[in-house]
């Protein structure tokens, strides 16, 4: 299993920036794919971004061109930099290490609140 720590979330007007962070603990593998989730008021959860140990990016449409996903192997480290922040972003968000069939990692979530 993976223990994963995040931070960063909180209050921006729109058009603000903000960072989220996330540290994993644990053994994490080659094949790990880190990302971010995002779960809003009576939606269901839903990809933002997710990034390979090679670099290779995932992007949901709605984010591409605002945000940026970053990662360090070294400190087993993911981080959404969020650009342009609309509204429609707030949500929960949620730090995801994926390494089926091994195991899928959450973190306990961060609060991104967007006002209009």
């Known amino acids: 299993q993976v223990l994963l720590v995040e931070s960063g979330g909180g209050l921006v007007q729109a058009g603000g920036s903000l960072r989220l962070n996330c540290a994993a603990s644990?053994?994490?593998?080659?094949?790990?794919?880190m990302g971010w989730y995002r779960q809003a008021p009576g939606k269901e959860r839903e990809l933002v971004a997710a990034i390979t140990r090679y670099g290779t990016t995932n992007y949901a449409d709605s984010v591409k061109g605002r945000f940026t996903i970053s990662r360090d192997n070294a400190k087993n480290t993911v981080s959404l930099q969020m650009n342009s922040l609309k509204p429609e972003d707030t949500a929960v968000y949620y730090c995801?290490?994926?390494?089926?069939?091994?195991?899928?990692?959450w973190g306990q979530g961060t609060q991104v609140t967007v006002s209009s």
């Open positions: 995801n290490v994926d390494q089926r069939p091994f195991n899928n990692n």
């Open positions: 644990g053994t994490i593998f080659n094949i790990a794919v």
